[in-house]
């Protein structure tokens, strides 16, 4: 498992766009999940969205669901968030996470554990 490094984070107001992408240089394995999280001031770290690089299976919370697409962009080696709709309180650090996997049961970033972090990077959205 190599270092991974989030980007694309910054401010913007609601109703806007932001587009995080996660590299994680050198490394070529398939069967793992690769996770979004958030974590607000004051609040728990909770699973945004979680995709198996295997075969593409996708997981989302509730809270996220039709207006985050977790993506992996094989040329590039890396796994976007594309955040659509921004609503103040989607204000977090977002983190990407990475853990191995037999299968896409374990990418549900809010049901399961996951092992390897970046540093992450800031989204702030203003009302």
Do not use: H
């Not at 190599?2 to 913007?12: I, L, Q, R």
């Not at 198996?52 to 509730?62: E, I, K, N, P």
């Not at 207006?67 to 040329?75: A, L």
């Amino acid at each position: 498992q190599g270092e991974m490094v989030e980007s694309g984070g910054g401010s913007v107001q609601a109703g806007g766009s932001l587009r995080l992408s996660c590299a994680e240089p050198g490394s070529t394995l398939r069967r793992k999940c690769m996770g979004w999280f958030r974590q607000a001031p004051g609040k728990e770290r909770e699973g945004v969205a979680g995709i198996y690089l295997a075969d593409g299976s996708t997981f989302y919370a509730d809270s996220v669901r039709g207006r985050f697409t977790i993506s992996q962009d094989n040329v590039r080696g890396t796994v976007n968030l594309q955040m659509n709709g921004l609503r103040p309180d989607d204000t977090a650090m977002y983190y990407c996470s990475a853990r191995a996997a037999t299968g896409r049961g374990f990418c549900d970033p809010t049901q399961s554990t996951y092992d390897y972090w970046g540093r992450g990077t800031q989204v702030t959205v203003s009302s």
